[in-house]
């Protein structure tokens, strides 16, 4: 027998209100927070795009210094020192160095240095034949950039513009080695208590661990490259000062160290204490630039294929194919210093992305992968 639908017992009604108020009032205590969380991350992105040049000048100097004070750090490790004895001890090597320098060896390599200099009227001779020779056989006219035009001011028709752009480069290149140095004495010296702790701290707790990790992968590659790169800069230097010495190139001393200095940055570097030292033996003798040129590329094929090799930690080599590309994404985003340092910061992305990425989300960093292309 059917029910009567009358004589049922209806469901009791629940006010809309009722339903929809738990759910209302978290959502009015969620929008607070997300409105918060918004307005902050926009401040954020306009100081990032207003101050972009600032902000990003000043994290590759703290990059810089913190890859000191990396490697002090391995140094600390191996001499078992307290923290703040190294710091002191190092600081007072250095300075006294740089003093005993600046008493002894400066002398000799301004002499060098003026020598060098005083070959700029010969260069500028010799460019300016060559600009007619070219304009008298092919009837282009070729302007080539003359080393005079690079101290002429740029500002201002009575060259004070140029005078305070100069002073201003000068100062930057004086204090800078100076921040780098002090900044990594001092993150040396006391790194847990007042900088790496407070950092861990702000993290949330999930992702600790990986940021524990990526600090100390980050820190074996660093000190793998920075091993590498003064072990093939010491080579360099002395190598090319010794085969200056035996052609007979004027002012070898300052060219075997210019060599050694500009081996820090990658790919070019070699290129250009090579090209010079080639010029400057040039307008000495031109047979005595072709030895310079063969030597030259001896002491690069020496460099790359047994010093750096040899030196260089496993896990700091990164292909040139990669060095290359990143000259040009990281001078374009940071200037001189973005091709400085332009290895650290592949160094950096790629230990964040194995870390935070590969090892977490895929994780299949430990398994094999067939070569893409055959050998």
Known sequence: MDKDPSKEQAAPRVPADAVAAPHQGAIERLRPVHLYRAVALGFLLLLLYRYWD????????????????VVLNALRGRLHIRRK????????????????????????????????????????????????????????????????????SGGGQGGGGGMMGRAATFLEIL????????????????????????????????????????????????????????????????????????????????????NGVVEFIPLAGPWIGGLTAVVVAFLDDPQKALWVGIAALAI??????????WAMSRNAEVHPFVTLFALVLFGSLF?????????????????????????????????????VVSD
Request: without cysteine; proline residues 6%.
């Open 175 to 258: 204090f800078i080695p100076l921040i780098l140095f002090f900044g990594g004495l001092f993150a040396l010296a006391s790194p847990n208590e007042r900088l790496l702790t407070p950092m861990m701290r702000v993290l949330p707790e999930g992702v600790r661990l990986a940021w524990y990790r990526i600090f100390q992968l980050l820190g074996e590659r660093l000190i793998g490259w920075a091993k590498g790169t003064a072990t093939a800069m010491l080579a360099v230097g002395l190598l090319s000062t010794a085969a200056f010495l035996a052609i007979g190139v004027p002012n070898a001393v300052a060219l075997g160290l210019f």
């Open 85 to 152: 004895w190294l710091a002191a001890i190092v600081g007072l090597v250095v300075v006294g160095s740089v003093v005993a320098a600046l008493a002894v060896a400066m002398p000799l390599l301004i002499k060098q240095a003026r020598g060098i200099l005083q070959t700029g009227p010969q260069l500028e001779e010799l460019l300016t034949r060559w600009e007619q020779q070219i304009q008298e056989q092919t009837g282009i006219d070729v302007d080539i950039p003359h080393p005079a035009n690079l101290f002429k």
């Open 335 to 371: 200037g001189f210093l973005g091709i400085l340092l332009a290895l650290p910061l592949v160094m950096l992305v790629w230990t964040l992305v194995q870390v935070l990425w590969v090892e977490r989300a895929i994780d299949t960093d430990r398994e094999r992968i067939a070569p």
């Open 54 to 69: 600032q902000l990003t000048h000043v994290f590759l100097l703290g990059y810089a210094a913190s890859i000191l004070a």
């Open 300 to 309: 690069q094929q020496i460099e790359a294929n047994l010093i750096t090799p």
